[in-house]
């Protein structure tokens, strides 16, 4: 069964406005971590941001913030203020458990910026 | 330099042909990963060396034979592959606690690969 799942279609946003990606996992352990990666063209992942699950506040990065609802099993990003450069597949991905090498990953939602 | 890299970039060989992928990470991590990802599909989690031990071998097929020397290089050897083999192997590292959840996957940018 898919642990991690994002179903949106690809995107096209307005520079300088804000863009929510939805991701919504399955799991039965309680502590377990939540994380976004970029992958622009050039094919490299890039780390965004964390979420544990017994984080009290929503994370947040400079642009990227993380709405998470945990009963709702939904760590949706948001990215704010747009810019040509946010363009990319964004990755919502899943790690179970503590001392786990495994991290799960959804199939991404593609996002254009434009001008 | 970037801290984790792949080369080649791109790489295209025949089914009968043998190849290796190889990876070099920079950051002082001690696990190192080998993720498949192939068009409209999740990253498939392959292999994953922790302190230059393989603890995960996720059911793939023995045409993909890794090997990791040291706690900074990580190779991936190829033979006979099929042309369902076509994807962007990315290679990523971490530095591995064991005790936590939120340990980042630092990745390079990947050979993408076609089998003809």
């Known amino acids: 069964a898919q642990k991690i799942t994002q179903t949106q279609p690809g995107m096209f946003v307005q520079e300088k406005e804000a863009v929510t990606l939805d991701c919504t996992y399955d799991t039965s352990d309680p502590s377990y971590g939540l994380f976004w990666y970029k992958q622009p063209s050039s094919g490299e992942m890039i780390f965004l941001i964390y979420?544990?699950?017994?984080?009290?506040q929503n994370a947040t990065e400079g642009r990227y913030s993380l709405n998470f609802q945990k009963a709702r099993k939904s760590a949706n990003l948001v990215i704010s203020a747009s810019q040509l450069g946010d363009s990319a597949m964004y990755f919502c991905a899943m790690r179970e458990g503590r001392g786990n090498n495994r991290l799960a990953f959804g199939k991404g939602n593609q996002v254009v910026v434009i001008p | 330099e970037t801290g984790v890299t792949q080369t080649p970039r791109h790489l295209v060989m025949g089914m009968t042909n043998k190849k290796s992928l190889k990876c070099e990470q920079h950051?002082?991590?001690?696990?190192m990963y080998w993720y498949k990802q192939s068009a409209k599909k999740p990253l498939e989690l392959m292999f994953v060396y922790s302190l230059e031990e393989r603890v995960e071998n996720n059911s793939v097929p023995s045409r993909f034979s890794p090997e990791c020397p040291n706690s900074s290089h990580l190779f991936l050897h190829l033979h006979t592959l099929q042309p369902e083999d076509s994807a962007l192997y990315l290679c990523a590292s971490s530095q591995y606690t064991g005790t936590g959840n939120n340990e980042k996957l630092f990745f390079g940018s990947g050979t993408q690969l076609s089998v003809l």
């Open positions: 950051l002082g991590h001690n696990a």
């Open positions: 979420q544990g699950s017994y984080d009290q």
